[in-house]
């Protein structure tokens, strides 16, 4: 079976420092990753994914994530943090073969301190 | 592209009415996943199409839940009768083969007094 886990419910960090959001995953086979930010009254918006080649994928907004296998994770990162970074950031995986959904992690809020 | 649209934005009812919920996913995409997030349980599959077709039911809590595609553009989550617990906010996603990213409405926040 698959699943994500976030481990931290909540990440502060100060604007303009780096920030990480962690995220580590269990699937049977080679996974697809994905992240997603959600603000306030919104919906799930699309950040970046990984499905193959290079393990650092670069998305929107400046972020980006490392693929590392032997870890299962798949970080998020960002150099230099904005106070509208501030959102909840959710991890998902999914598993080779089949248009299946994606399976979430249970979201780490971050807040970025002006 | 417009997105994923669902509607109404906001449903305020009593206890016991049904509440229909829609969802026009993006053209062009063949899967439709409805989700549930709350405070408590964060966020939840509750069904989801394949081409028009449910493929997985499991996440819907009870009976009293129920999902229809009529067609590639249009879906619907209906409760009936609702209870106060299903308050929650309800997200309607599409998306196109496996590799590419579910696609969210904004969704519609659900308030059963």
């Known amino acids: 079976a698959q699943s994500v886990a976030q481990p931290e419910d909540q990440v502060n960090v100060a604007e303009g420092n780096p920030l990480t959001v962690k995220c580590t995953y269990s699937?049977?086979?080679?996974?697809?990753l994905f992240w997603y930010v959600q603000y306030p009254n919104r919906g799930l918006q699309f950040l970046l994914k990984?499905?193959?080649?290079?393990?650092l994928v670069k998305g929107s907004y400046g972020f980006e994530a490392e693929f590392n296998k032997s870890q299962t994770s798949f970080h998020l990162k960002k150099p230099s943090a904005l106070v509208s970074d501030s959102a909840l950031y959710f991890c998902?995986?999914?598993?080779?073969?089949?248009?299946?959904?994606?399976?979430f992690g249970k979201g780490t809020r971050l807040s970025v301190i002006a | 592209d417009a997105g994923v649209i669902q509607s109404p934005r906001h449903e305020v009812t009593e206890m016991g009415q049904e509440v229909t919920l829609r969802c026009k996913p993006i053209?062009?995409?063949?899967?439709l996943f409805w989700y549930r997030q709350t405070m408590m349980r964060g966020l939840e599959l509750l069904i989801y199409?394949?081409?028009?077709?449910?493929?997985?039911d499991s996440g819907m809590p009870e009976d009293r839940f129920s999902a229809k595609m009529p067609n590639a553009s249009f879906s619907t989550l209906k409760i009936q009768p609702s209870e106060p617990r299903d308050s929650a906010v309800y997200f309607c996603?599409?998306?196109?083969?496996?590799?590419?990213?579910?696609?969210f409405g904004d969704g519609t926040r659900l308030s059963i007094l």
């Open positions: 996603a599409s998306s196109y083969g496996e590799i590419q990213p579910q696609h």
């Open positions: 199409f394949n081409n028009n077709v449910p493929i997985d």
């Open positions: 699937v049977s086979g080679n996974p697809y």
């Open positions: 998902a995986v999914r598993d080779r073969g089949g248009n299946t959904p994606l399976v």
């Open positions: 053209s062009g995409h063949n899967s």
């Open positions: 990984y499905i193959t080649g290079d393990n």
